[in-house]
């Protein structure tokens, strides 16, 4: 068996010693990226073994142009962020890169949890922080890293508790897996060309302006998007808990009480490219994990191959009523290690 499929994680004497992540509060979003710009600073650094610094100016030019197009509220702070930390801040904030796994558990009292790990190539997780942001309809805690506007992840005591999930490249064409390359040109086509949303600015503008579950679902169910992408939403009640699986102008819900997702579409009438990292084995074990016992919706037992990979670089734990714990993990070439921790329940 190899080292990765032996971890067991208890937060007691793998997470509790572990230094603590970065938090924020009382702060905006453009004092967090001041904070924090030796983060950013060093994820460029590592960005940059695999995109040199003009190909990630090339990068910022275009993203530039695609904020614009989509009329995204956010792309004046963006612009600030850009002014303060340098280049890539742009093609971060446009970029879609992540393969993640996520399950809607229940405690004893039947309400949902949300269970997540974030999978990317990039060795992101020593880079990311959280913060808390107060807005008109509540405050929220965002799981994000340095100069990025959107969200990926986030919680909303009270309310609901979110993340996004990278979704497979439709397939545009009849040719199966052999027309991959092109139904990838094909979708890059078309996103370049749409004014929909991006789909981490259309989560943030839900923390900020969504009052519950309902609204919450409604515009992610609703609103144009400029790529394809699935949600995982978890609300505060007995019975609030979906995934939202998106097309640019469609959306298919599964509510079954088994909530779980990866990378590959669930709709049976949608194909698709499945992303990397195993989705389907990804997924199998997301739905087996989910129907283990309530009594462990608040424990890392969850945690474990292939939904832990040597791609994953985040984990959480969260629910609408006070839980949030987070841990930042790297791979040192054997083994997946945990480097830092918060626990805010």
């Known amino acids: 068996m190899s080292e990765l499929a032996q971890i067991f994680f208890t937060e007691e004497f793998d997470f509790k010693p572990l230094p603590k992540m970065p938090f924020y509060e009382g702060l905006s979003r453009g004092d967090v990226a001041i904070a924090e710009k030796c983060n950013f600073d060093g994820l460029l650094h590592r960005l940059r073994h695999l995109t040199p610094r003009f190909l990630l100016k090339i990068g910022d030019r275009i993203g530039s142009r695609m904020l614009v197009r989509t009329n995204s509220p956010y792309q004046n702070e963006i612009q600030d962020f850009a002014a303060h930390l340098g280049v890539g801040v742009e093609t971060l904030n446009t970029g879609y890169e992540w393969a993640c796994t996520a399950i809607v558990r229940e405690n004893s009292d039947r309400r949902p949890i949300l269970h997540r790990v974030l999978d990317w190539s990039l060795p992101m997780g020593a880079f990311m922080h959280v913060a808390k942001y107060e807005t008109a309809v509540g405050s929220y805690y965002d799981i994000n890293w340095a100069g990025n506007s959107g969200i990926i992840n986030a ?191």
């Not at 006070?322 to 083994?335: A, C, E, I, Q, S």
């Open 155 to 345: 919680v909303a005591p009270g309310r609901f508790a979110i993340s996004i999930n990278q979704a497979p490249i439709p397939q545009h064409c009849r040719l199966g897996i052999l027309g991959f390359p092109f139904d990838w040109a094909i979708q890059r086509f078309k996103t370049f060309r749409s004014k929909g949303w991006l789909p981490s600015h259309l989560l943030r503008y839900v923390f900020e302006n969504a009052k519950d579950y309902s609204e919450a679902v409604r515009l992610l169910s609703e609103s144009k998007l400029v790529i394809p992408v699935i949600f995982t939403v978890c609300g505060k009640d007995v019975g609030e808990k979906c995934i939202i699986e998106r097309r640019e102008n469609s959306s298919h819900t599964i509510q079954d009480w088994n909530v779980c997702t990866a990378n590959h579409w669930q709709a049976q009438k949608w194909k698709g490219h499945a992303r990397p990292i195993r989705s389907r084995d990804r997924l199998e074990e997301a739905q087996a994990q989910s129907g283990i016992g309530v009594v462990d919706s608040f424990h890392w037992e969850w945690l474990s191959p292939p939904i832990l990979n040597k791609h994953s670089i985040m984990a959480f734990i969260a629910d609408a009523h006070g839980l949030f714990k987070v841990v930042n993990f790297k791979y040192d070439g054997l083994r997946v290690v945990p480097i830092s921790y918060l626990n805010l329940s």
